[in-house]
């Protein structure tokens, strides 16, 4: 195993921040994968993998890509959950790595909902 670095310790660190800016609601926006057994065998390591080299090439300090559970919705996967600050989330199914870089594109860059690939915005409350 090879030593760290400075720059490695800098880079870590910098993530770490960008991690909690967003917990602490200074960051911009989450991206969930929905990674259940479901999403895996639908192609959500796909998405995850193509939303990745799309930040990275990006340079999107300010955005979390993160990983949850099945949303419940089996039939629809691999799903996407968009959230962004001040916005009710947003939920993308039938995905493909190429919609995924479009909804990354438009929603989480440039703000506008992608509604084509849109399955519902807001939660979904039980009373």
């Known amino acids: 195993m090879s030593k760290l670095t400075i720059e490695d310790l800098n880079r870590i660190g910098q993530q770490v921040k960008d991690t909690i800016s967003l917990r602490q ?7 969930v994968v929905h990674m259940g057994t479901c999403g ?3 192609g959500a390591r ?19 890509l993160t990983t949850s559970s ?4 089996c039939s629809r996967e691999p799903m996407v959950t968009v959230e962004a600050k001040d ?25 506008e909902i992608v509604s ?6 807001g939660n979904e409350k039980s009373l």
Request: proline share 6%; hydrophobic share 45%; with cysteine.
């Open 25 to 31: 609601g200074i960051g911009r926006c989450r991206v």
């Open 40 to 42: 895996i065998a639908a």
């Open 46 to 64: 796909a998405i995850m993998t193509a939303l990745i080299k799309e930040l990275e090439s990006r340079d999107v300090p300010d955005v979390i």
């Open 70 to 73: 099945c949303a419940g919705l």
């Open 87 to 111: 916005q009710p989330p947003v939920k993308y199914v039938d995905l493909t790595p190429d919609k995924a870089k479009e909804i990354l594109e438009k929603h989480v860059v440039g703000g």
């Open 116 to 121: 084509e690939y849109a399955l519902s915005v």
